[in-house]
């Protein structure tokens, strides 16, 4: 068989394996980027724990169609990068819509979180959610908050009957 079959197969096979790995996957335009624009969305992106390449359409397609995706793989038309999350499936959402408000060329084409397709608009939304670390840090401040106030209430209850014992 030609070996530039091979190759593109070997591709696909490593980009479904990619993708299989990653909790997000997000697809997004970035044409008119000068390369000094799109390296300091790849440096925000690694430092969050994410990847962005640039991978051929037809690659794109053909993996995304192999594992079910057929609206993400439907998507892939013109020029398109796509980011990856191994960890935080809400960070490449949230880095690349932060990236776009300063840099209009920037468009969110679809997604897949954690197996499922996400639209735009539903990427958007995630990407307003607050960081696991923040949500973790809000429920434990909750839970600190309850446990006071049940302390105080406690303590309230134990003077109030050690009075009326005296």
């Known amino acids: 068989m030609n070996s ?3 190759q593109k197969k070997a591709l ?3 980009l479904v394996e990619k ?6 996957v997000v697809a997004f335009k970035y044409q008119g980027l000068t390369v000094e624009k799109f390296q300091q969305l790849r440096r925000a992106m690694r ?3 994410c990847d962005v390449a640039i991978i051929k359409n037809n690659i ?3 993996a995304a169609t192999e594992l079910g995706y057929d609206a993400f793989a439907d998507a892939m038309s013109g020029p ?3 980011a990856f999350a191994s960890e935080d499936m809400v960070a490449p959402a949230k880095e ?21 397709i996400y639209s735009v608009n539903q990427l958007e939304e995630l990407s307003k959610l607050p960081s696991y670390e923040t949500l973790l ?12 106030n049940l302390a105080v209430a406690l303590n309230m209850y134990v003077e109030e009957h050690e009075e009326a014992a005296n």
Do not use: H, P, W
């Open 80 to 82: 398109i990068a796509i």
């Open 96 to 116: 690349i819509y932060s990236f776009a408000k300063d840099n209009k060329c920037v468009e969110v084409v679809s997604g897949v979180v954690d197996g499922t």
């Open 12 to 14: 696909v096979a490593d």
């Open 60 to 62: 794109t397609r053909r």
């Open 47 to 49: 430092a969050n724990g």
């Open 137 to 148: 840090t809000q429920l434990a401040a909750g839970m600190l908050g309850t446990v006071r």
């Open 4 to 6: 530039s079959i091979e």
């Open 19 to 24: 993708m299989k790995g990653s909790k997000a």
